[in-house]
Nanobody
């Protein structure tokens, strides 16, 4: 059974930083594409980043490009999302997700595995 567990969320002032972690069990991140999404109540889930296992390429959503960085620790089977220069509009529940293929994707329908989410709140 696959479990993805996010941690590291919290409340931070605008301009600050947070690092989210997502630990996997029953699923090897290195074998498949994995990504981060976020969701605000009443809005669609937004893709933040994704890294593919086939070539290691990473892509980011326009709203976070240059501020957020996704990385992986294969030995720990964990992916991270380093979030810098946070803005109030970054406030959301953040989710990590895994695919069953190596090709990266940026739509939630392409990801069958999801964590439970972690809340990030950025105060102004």
């Amino acid at each position: 059974e696959v479990h993805l567990v996010e941690s590291g969320g919290g409340t931070v002032q605008a301009g600050g930083s947070l690092r989210l972690s997502c630990a996997a069990s029953g699923f090897l991140f290195d074998d498949y594409a994995r990504g981060w999404f976020r969701q605000v109540p009443g809005k669609a889930r937004e893709a933040i980043s994704c890294v593919g296992s086939s070539d290691g390429s990473t892509t980011y959503g326009d709203s976070v490009k240059g501020r957020f960085t996704m990385s992986s620790d294969d030995a720990e089977n964990t992916v991270y999302l380093q979030m810098n220069r946070l803005k109030p509009e970054d406030t959301a529940v953040y989710y990590c997700a895994g695919r069953t293929v190596g090709l990266l994707a940026m739509h939630e329908d392409d990801f069958p595995y999801w964590g439970q989410g972690t809340q990030v709140t950025v105060s102004s």
